[in-house]
């Protein structure tokens, strides 16, 4: 009974200290005069440069599901900051507040595209960040941020987009693109129209683009969000919903990509 009770207790150490090797903090940083908050996670037990994965948050700001989603890349090894989008570490609750923050975002291409670069930079400012293997993968508004980093030939090894909005590229967009992309869509998210699938993919196959379109059956929009469900019956929103089965193959097809871009 004591050898038993021992042994547990060894266990409940050693995945403790597994554990507790990854650290947190809050970074803050500038987007022209936009005070933003981010948030670094990464594995003390780890020595040397490491591959850098920025990670990019829904509509809602940079909440705990995009904290989470930072610490779990942080826990397979890769330095990972979730950059503030809005600034001041601003969060809503509400879909209607959280479109409009996200129109203004959009208003304005070549600045939502720096807002996504000065977040990189932070990251690449790190001393256990490896310069020459960075990534990003955002889902939702988030999705569609890496999207436009990849059309503004940002130097990345790959971008995921997580259930995010398609941007349509224009033919020198999708010559500029230097990473890898991948596009995890739910194939029954309502709200990505068919013809804006068609149009995406269009653009990337004619003009060139190389990339993976991942398209999940059963899916909705935010797919990978477990708790988007109970939110989508809040606002009756029923396009948004929790798929387990997506969510699991879609960080995997992530994985994949990982392996084969940054290494291992």
Not at 125 to 141: H, N, R, V, W
Not at 223 to 250: C, E, H, Q, W
Request: proline residues 3%; hydrophobic residues 40%.
């Amino acid at each position: 009974m004591v050898r038993s009770l021992a042994l547990l207790l060894g266990l409940f150490v050693l995945v403790a200290s597994v554990e507790g090797a990854v650290q947190t903090k809050k970074v803050t940083y500038k987007h022209g005069d936009l005070d933003c908050i981010g948030y670094l996670a990464w594995d003390d037990s780890l020595a040397g440069p490491r591959p850098g994965v920025l990670v990019f948050h829904e509509f809602w700001g940079l909440d705990d599901y995009a904290k989470q989603r930072t610490e779990q890349l942080a826990k397979l090894g890769y330095l990972a900051f979730a950059a503030d989008l809005y600034g001041g570490g601003k969060l809503v609750d509400h879909p209607q507040d959280a479109g409009l923050m996200a129109m203004n975002i959009r208003a304005s291409v070549e600045d939502w595209q720096k807002r996504g670069i000065a977040a990189l930079n932070v990251l690449k400012s790190q001393p256990e960040c490896d310069p020459t293997k960075l990534a990003a993968i955002g889902y939702c508004l988030g999705g569609s941020t890496v999207q436009q980093l990849a059309f503004s030939g940002t130097d990345l090894k790959a971008v995921v987009s997580f259930h995010g909005g398609l941007m349509v590229p224009t033919p020198d967009q999708v010559k500029s693109i230097k990473s890898a992309v991948l596009i995890c869509h739910g194939a029954d998210d309502p709200f990505i129209s068919k013809d804006t699938v068609k149009n995406f993919r269009g653009a990337m196959d004619q003009n060139g683009g190389k990339y993976q379109f991942q398209s999940y059956a059963g899916a909705r929009h935010s797919f990978t969000v477990p708790n988007a469900s109970a939110i989508g019956m809040k606002f009756k929103l029923d396009g948004m919903r929790y798929n387990k089965a997506a969510d699991d193959n879609s960080w995997s097809d992530m994985l994949s990509l990982f392996k084969e871009t940054l290494g291992k």
